[in-house]
């Protein structure tokens, strides 16, 4: 057996828990083409039925499918879609979950990726997720902190804090594989103060140097560093004021995960914490765009209410 069967085994039986008589969509493009397959060929052994469809890749993190796709997302019981560019924060992914369909998103993973963190410990991680949620979503602001300069606080009132288990066996149930985070959409226009990304930000990597968001009512209003500021500046700027908002606040919880560059497993590092503009329509939130981009925080302290829940990036409550 090789590794990628392997791994594509443990997402359809162990993280989808596909059964016999349900059937299973893959969705892929052509840079995930055989990753796709592998899943699709898992897939075949487990579901009653199982479609795998290739879709063109998306300009960015969080276009929209075809229309035609997005229809045929809710007509199946499972859909699994390891694509170049984020399907996750879309209506198509949402509208397929309110549908009844559960769904895992693998944007832009490698075979590497998948083979390194999907042999994680999931009960471990579930549990993990499920109590940093729980605490956000009890929260009523964050107060997220760092050496490097970070100095941030937002309020969490009438949010919902999400785990993001890799447990996915129930209807409607939605998350990355691999998974390992707890995330909320902080209320708009209530985020204060600055963020210093200095791991890694969605659509550039690893950073060479830090990036820092200059952060006024709920938007980031200048984006200060060197060229990769200047990268990420004209990333968002295509998008306009909403691409901006202040979306998510993310706490990874999966030991297995590093630090590579790829955003997938970039935010599921468990001694990070990422920061998200851009849209938060799919988690709760009332900006709805096109642009979801992260960026990942090295050796945060973040306090939940007077709650330290990680210091220096070292978990402070498990």
Do not use: W
């Not at 035609?68 to 209506?91: C, G, R, Y």
């Amino acid at each position: 057996m090789n590794n990628l069967k392997e791994a594509a085994e443990i997402i359809i039986n162990d993280c989808m828990s596909v059964k016999d008589d349900e059937t299973t969509l893959v969705i892929v493009d052509k840079p995930l083409r055989k990753i796709g397959q592998a899943i699709f060929a898992a897939a075949k052994e487990a579901a009653n039925e199982a479609v795998l469809t290739e879709i063109a890749p998306r300009a960015n993190h969080g276009a929209e499918p075809p229309a035609s796709i997005a229809n045929l997302m809710q007509e199946f019981d499972v859909v699994i879609m390891p694509t170049s560019k984020s399907l996750s924060h879309t209506k198509a992914r949402k509208a397929a979950n309110d549908a009844g369909a559960r769904a895992a998103t693998l944007p832009d993973i490698t075979e590497e990726i998948m083979i390194r963190t999907l042999t994680a410990d999931y009960e471990a991680i579930k549990e993990r997720s499920e109590k940093v949620a729980e605490i956000l979503d009890e929260g009523k602001k964050a107060h997220l902190i760092t050496e490097a300069g970070t100095d941030l606080k937002m309020s969490l009132v009438e949010r919902s804090g999400h785990p993001d288990t890799g447990i996915y066996h129930q209807a409607g149930n939605f998350g990355n594989l691999p998974a390992g985070e707890a995330y909320i959409a902080p209320l708009e226009e209530t985020a204060e103060g600055k963020v210093v990304i200095d791991g890694a930000m969605s659509g550039l990597g690893v950073l060479e140097e830090p990036v820092t968001l200059i952060v006024e009512d709920g938007y980031v209003v200048d984006i200060q560093g060197g060229k990769e500021a200047a990268e990420l500046t004209e990333l968002v700027d295509q998008y306009g004021k909403e691409a901006r908002n202040i979306a998510e606040l993310g706490i990874g919880t999966n030991d297995q995960a590093i630090l590579t560059g790829n955003v997938l497993e970039d935010e599921k590092v468990m001694s990070t914490v990422h920061v998200a503009i851009g849209d938060n329509s799919a988690f709760g939130g009332k900006i709805e765009i096109e642009s979801h981009l992260d960026g990942i925080i090295n050796q945060p302290t973040l306090k939940v209410d007077d709650r330290v829940i990680m210091k220096e990036g070292e978990f402070k409550i498990l």
